[in-house]
């Protein structure tokens, strides 16, 4: 099982600090914040993955390397400019290979059970199934959530349908569902997950855990909190 870490967003909201310093690498709790997901994915054996990155991509890779500091290898999907979350994953396929992979946005901090994600993805054949999302209840910045989650596990695109909830942006994914969209060029992953949904073909699951989307300097300043709670564990 591989996993991909998405790394290539410029931060505008949280600037001026992500002027010099990629989003990802802004400390928390001591710990980049991407190293969190680093650890987490590693804790559940899922040591083989792949970041992204445009913007300051040459600071990711000479703080995090080859991985090797965390237990983990890392191969790096260089973007000249952000590709958006779909155009970035069909250009790091060739990286990802041909079997599920398990995607996560590198801006937030969360607990999320990634074994759990990994055993998910595994049922992905890439036909009646395409992906699997994780969802968590809507923050106060996201009242009208993005999806409605089914009694069956199936999601919808109308999150008035089922229980609506907020996307988490930690996913797994087949590499079927990015077989039409072109490598190097934007392309957004809603309109996938959108259509996939309309066939049935889309599973979900509700997060209750820690869930926090790392979007601003107070939201910045909960996370190190939060983590320096978890340091010395």
């Known amino acids: 099982m591989k996993a991909m ?11 001026p600090l992500t002027d010099h310093t990629p989003k990802p690498l802004l ?28 913007w300051l991509g040459e600071r990711i890779e000479a703080v995090l390397g080859d991985g090797a500091a965390y237990g983990v290898r890392i191969a790096y999907s260089r973007e000249g400019t952000a590709l958006e979350t779909a155009g970035g994953i069909a250009t790091a396929l060739p990286l990802l290979g041909e079997a599920p992979f398990i995607v996560v ?33 809507n923050p106060p910045h996201h009242p009208g959530g993005d999806f409605g989650l089914m009694a069956d596990g ?19 994914y087949h590499p079927a569902l990015f ?44 996370a190190d909190a939060i983590a320096r709670g978890w340091v010395g564990r």
């Not at 709790?29 to 994915?41: S, V």
């Not at 969360?110 to 992906?131: P, Q, V």
């Not at 199936?154 to 907020?166: F, K, N």
């Open 154 to 172: 199936r999601l919808s695109a109308s999150p008035t349908d089922g229980v609506g909830l907020t996307f988490s942006g930690i996913a797994a």
């Open 105 to 137: 946005n590198g801006d937030v901090l969360t607990d999320i059970d990634f074994a759990a994600l990994a055993d998910a993805a595994a049922r992905l054949d890439g036909h009646a199934a395409l992906a699997h999302l994780l969802l968590v209840p």
């Open 27 to 54: 400390p928390v709790g001591g710990e980049p914040l991407i190293g969190w997901h680093i650890k987490r994915l590693r804790a559940a054996g899922i040591t083989e993955l792949v970041i992204n990155h445009a």
């Open 179 to 222: 077989a039409a969209t072109p490598p190097h060029q934007p392309a957004k992953l809603a309109p996938l997950l959108r259509a996939a949904m309309a066939e049935g073909r889309v599973s979900g699951a509700r997060h209750d855990g820690l869930w926090l989307d790392v979007g601003t300097a107070e939201r910045l300043a909960e």
């Open 5 to 15: 870490i998405l790394a290539a967003g410029r931060g505008e909201r949280m600037r």
